[in-house]
């Protein structure tokens, strides 16, 4: 097996490679070297530290320990690609190599102490924040690999964020300035907050205290054991104060969330986003970012603990994993004299999102959406590194990079262009079904840890023109017009020196006429020489102007290639998901179609078999039809022709009977056909049938119910005539016994009633009634 540096192209010209055996190249970077320049800056590699997390349980009874990673020393490891990754089988395709050696600037093992972590990673930049410059810690790797863990810790095992925090504590010990009316304001400013402000602020804590549990108490006493003193703490002399604030955020797809925003907890109100602006100075800053002012590790603890819960929450909220987001953590000291900011400085924890790529088990849509933007921050992090690294080599220097082009960066711009120091802590973990992804975080780090910084001993003095007086003392300090200094640059008396004022009232006219004259030529030769001034001022500026105009055109354009590149990178990116989609589609199908024409193997052996029976059955017939051809065949005379008249015979009998055998095969064909019609017709009828005897069933039964109600009403009928002729009879017997008398004459009132009440009585009995009536 081969070992090859897998960064090959990327490392050129500051690396080197190591030929060890026949093939075995392995990359040695310059790592971590530390050289000092001419005015006291300093140069260094950035500094990038691996750390290998332990198995878990699960991963080892998952069988995820194959022996990928192996450390061979404090600074190289070797990553030895399991079978089943994509690595291993590109190299048994002869794509590459299975077997990679990486340098970091340190590596440590699954075994190593969140403390000497600590110790080896960070204390000289821990040395740096207290000293006034700025810090700054990424933890990089795919998720689950170790990166919150060694940041943050747990309660029982602290990372690095608490472990700096109480080194900051501990350095600053009694001279903790606790007036709260010292904020940070911009990037690198302070501004005085008035009484309402300074109560605003006190509140503001309160309420995020007033939310977090008493539960990080114990971090002091049990995780943190009192780290080695990093820098001698300020003398009980030294008048100098320190304040300490805190802020916390979130990156997640390009947009900045405040972790210490109280209404995050609030279910009903929806997250708003914070805009990185520009302070004027080229150093960006998140606008209307919350700073906590901590006084004790309790305290910061609480505020961390905070912006934990609230980022969960808005995850769980907003169904997001927060392992996609970026998480920072930042720290800013500010060092008090005389109630004045003499000094800040910053350092910066970063929790970068997970760098896993484009995930396989998600959906099309899903996937193509994370290429898309998720990860902007880390591919342009990578981008920014790589420009950083390109621009370190001859011939390639002044390369564009890309810090503008995502939140993170433009907030670290500063930081990697020699405004204070960044290192990473690369986590992984060993398992064999992630490999592959270790893989590409190892990429990754090799190309950062070829970027050189270049810091500067002091910070760089404004390049800004200096205001100075005659005395050639500043007339601005610290932003600030001294106006004293100004008043005396601006009198007209500045002009006279003490002696000549002192002598002025003993001075004759001719003097006083002779100093007039000295007085008047030095007047025109200093404005002489102030005009000359302006003119190579104004010529000065103008040059600078078009320099500057020319600059940014160049860096425009650059801008331009760069964003062009980058758009080509993302369209490539989405074509090669659309690329994948379409294979695993085919693949898919052709997968179904498979499953439908499987044929179990035994069941094709049969099969075979019966064929292999039948042909041995047609050669038996076609040799019986041939001995039997033989006995019937007429043997000629001519012996040489007897063959050829016998197989012609032979040849046409067998495809007589084949024909036949078609005749009869077509006919059995039709007549099954034709007997499938007719079964069909049949079932047709008997359908038919039964439907129609259903129907007659019913309509007897109908006919049946009517009859019985036509007798029912007929012997009713039969019924009435009776009663129909006994009334009558009665009728009769009655008019027999009582003759129809006439009424007696009476009133027509009487007459009406009478005809109401018995309306049934005949016309007959009526008209007399008429005629009676007059
Ligand atoms: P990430 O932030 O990269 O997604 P975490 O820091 O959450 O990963 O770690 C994943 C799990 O592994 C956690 O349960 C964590 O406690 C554990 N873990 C990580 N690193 C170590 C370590 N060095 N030692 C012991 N446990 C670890
Ligand atoms: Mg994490």
């Not at 349980?57 to 192996?70: R, T």
């Not at 499987?598 to 047609?618: C, G, H, M, S």
């Not at 003759?739 to 009476?746: E, F, I």
Request: charge should be negative; glycine fraction near 4%; aromatic fraction near 6%.
């Amino acid at each position: 097996m081969s070992t090859v540096n897998l960064t090959n192209e990327d490392n050129d010209n500051d690396s080197e490679y190591m030929q060890t055996g026949d093939m075995d190249m392995t990359y040695i970077s310059t790592s971590s070297q530390q050289t000092e320049l001419p005015g006291g800056a300093e140069q260094q590699t950035m500094r990038v530290y691996l750390r290998v997390r332990p198995f878990s349980k699960e991963e080892l009874s998952d069988k995820e320990d194959q022996d990928c990673v192996g450390i061979e020393n404090s600074q190289t490891v070797t990553l030895n690609a399991p079978k089943g990754s994509a690595n291993m089988k590109s190299s048994e395709k002869g794509i590459g190599m299975s077997l990679h050696k990486f340098s970091f600037s340190q590596i440590f093992g699954p075994e190593m102490m969140q403390s000497e972590i600590f110790e080896a990673t960070v204390k000289s930049q821990m040395s740096d924040f207290l000293d006034g410059k700025n810090a700054l810690l990424f933890s990089y790797g795919v998720t689950n690999a170790g990166k919150t863990y060694t940041i943050q810790g747990t309660p029982k095992q602290p990372g690095i964020l608490p472990r700096v925090l109480d080194a900051t504590f501990q350095y600053i010990g009694g001279h903790l300035y606790d007036g709260m009316d010292l904020k940070p304001y911009l990037r690198n400013d302070a501004q005085y907050l008035d009484p309402d402000q300074v109560k605003q602020e006190k509140s503001a804590k309160a309420a995020i205290f007033a939310s977090v549990k008493e539960e990080c108490e114990p971090l002091r006493s049990s995780g943190l054991e009192s780290c080695s003193a990093l820098t001698s703490n300020p003398t009980e002399a030294d008048s100098s104060q320190f304040a300490l604030w805190v802020a916390f955020f979130e990156i997640y797809n390009e947009c900045v969330y405040d972790l210490l925003q109280a209404s995050l907890c609030s279910k009903s109100k929806k997250r708003s986003s914070l805009r990185v602006c520009d302070d004027g100075a080229g150093n960006c800053y998140v606008k209307d970012l919350r700073w906590i002012n901590v006084l004790t590790l309790a305290e910061a603890s609480k505020v961390l603990q905070f912006g934990n819960k609230n980022r969960s929450a808005a995850a769980t909220k907003l169904n997001q994993s927060s392992s996609r987001s970026h998480s920072i953590f930042t720290i800013k000291l500010l060092k008090i004299d005389d109630s004045t900011v003499t000094r800040i400085s910053e350092f910066s924890l970063c929790d970068l999102a997970g760098s896993e790529r484009c995930n396989k088990t998600k959906t099309f849509g899903e996937r193509l959406k994370e290429a898309g933007n998720i990860n902007n921050s880390l591919l342009i992090l990578g981008k920014c590194l790589t420009a950083l690294r390109n621009n370190q080599t001859e011939g390639m220097k002044n390369s564009y990079i890309p810090f503008r082009e995502s939140k993170l960066t433009k907030l670290f711009q500063a930081v990697f262009c020699g405004k204070g120091r960044a290192s990473m802590i690369v986590n992984i973990n060993q398992c064999a079904s992630t490999y592959d992804e270790t893989l590409h975080v190892m990429k990754f780090s090799a190309v950062a840890k070829q970027v050189v910084q270049v810091i500067p001993d002091k910070t760089l003095k404004s390049l800004a023109p200096c205001l100075v007086g005659r005395d050639g003392k500043p007339l601005v300090k610290n932003g600030v017009m001294d106006t004293q200094a100004l008043e005396s640059f601006l009198s007209e008396e500045e002009l006279l020196d003490e002696e000549d004022e002192a002598n002025m009232s003993l001075a004759t006219e001719n003097e006083l006429a002779n100093m007039i004259e000295s007085l008047r030529t030095k007047l025109l030769a200093e404005r002489k020489r102030n005009l000359v001034q302006e003119m190579e001022i104004r010529n000065e500026m103008g040059d600078a102007m078009l320099q500057q105009l020319m600059e940014s055109e160049e860096l425009r354009s650059r801008q331009i290639e760069e964003l062009k590149e980058s758009f080509e990178e993302k369209l490539e990116n989405t074509f090669e998901i659309y690329k994948d989609a379409i294979r695993e589609h085919a693949y898919q199908s052709a997968m179904n179609n498979l499953e439908d024409d499987y044929v179990p193997f035994d069941e094709f052996i049969a099969e075979q078999d019966k064929v292999e029976t039948l042909k041995r059955k047609v050669s038996e017939l076609e040799g019986l039809t041939s001995s039997i051809g033989g006995l019937c065949a007429v043997p000629t005379v001519d012996q040489s022709c007897q063959t050829h008249p016998y197989k012609s015979t032979e040849a046409a009998e067998k495809i007589a009977i084949d024909s036949i055998c078609e005749d009869k095969q077509q006919l059995i064909i039709c007549l099954e056909k034709r007997l499938k019609d007719i079964n069909v017709r049949l079932q047709n009828t008997r359908d038919g049938y039964l439907e129609k005897s259903s129907e007659l069933d019913d309509l007897q039964r109908k006919s049946k119910d009517q009859t019985e109600s036509m007798e029912e009403i007929l012997w009713q009928n039969v019924q009435n005539d009776r009663e129909i002729a006994s009334l009558k009879s009665e009728l009769a017997k009655l008019s027999q016994n009582s003759p129809m008398l006439l009424r007696p004459k009476r009133g027509l009132l009487a007459n009406i009633r009478d005809a109401v009440t018995s309306p049934r009585k005949t016309s007959t009995t009526r008209t007399p009634r008429k005629t009676a009536h007059p």
